[in-house]
Structure formats: structure tokens, C-alpha cells
């Protein structure tokens, strides 16, 4: 994320030795140092949980899309059972299998 190269790091660390001095440097060194370390724990964490929010939309989504599909399934099968029979009945026309007509 940052280019900071050898040079850049010792010119960092002749002036922090200069502003804080010999005896107040490693003590101060250490404390960037958790600084550094608690900012890097809380932005892990942060990465982590936005991750974590991704895959719970992306799973909801997903069971949506299933739930609408299922729906879509059920009331197609639910129109064809429900459907009129087929009203066009064939009548026989032959006259010796008519009912009601005797010879």
C-alpha cells in the first residue's frame, strides 16, 4: 500500500531519534508498535465481518431465487392439476352403439 523504502525508514528513525532521544526512543518504538499491531487487528476483523456480511447476501440471495423458483414450480404444477378435464368427448356415431335407440 505504501512504497516506503530503506532510505525513507532510516530518515524516519534518525528524526524520531532526534525528537525523542535516546532514552525515550525504545519505549515510544514499542508503543507505535502496538498501535500498529491493534489498528491492524481492527482492520482484519473489519475485513473479516464485511466477508462475512458478502457471503450471508449472497446465501439469501441465493435462497431467494431457490424459494421464487420452488413458487414458480408449485403453481405450474397446481394450474395443471387443477385445469378442467378435457370437455370435447367423442360420441360414437355408429347406430348399433347409440344408446336409447333400439331396432
Do not use: Y
Request: proline content about 5%.
Amino acid at each position: 500500500m505504501f512504497d516506503v523504502g530503506f532510505s525513507e525508514m532510516l530518515l524516519v528513525g534518525l528524526i524520531a531519534l532526534l525528537v525523542f532521544g535516546p532514552e525515550r526512543l525504545p519505549r515510544v518504538a514499542k508503543e507505535a508498535a502496538l498501535w500498529i499491531r491493534k489498528a491492524r487487528s481492527m482492520a482484519t476483523s473489519v475485513k473479516q465481518e464485511i466477508d462475512r456480511e458478502l457471503q450471508l447476501q449472497d446465501l439469501k440471495e441465493s435462497m431467494d431465487k431457490q424459494k421464487r423458483e420452488m413458487e414458480r414450480m408449485l403453481l405450474s404444477d397446481n394450474s395443471v392439476k387443477n385445469s378442467p378435464p378435457d370437455t370435447q368427448t367423442k360420441t360414437d356415431t355408429h347406430p348399433d352403439r347409440q344408446e336409447g335407440i333400439h331396432e
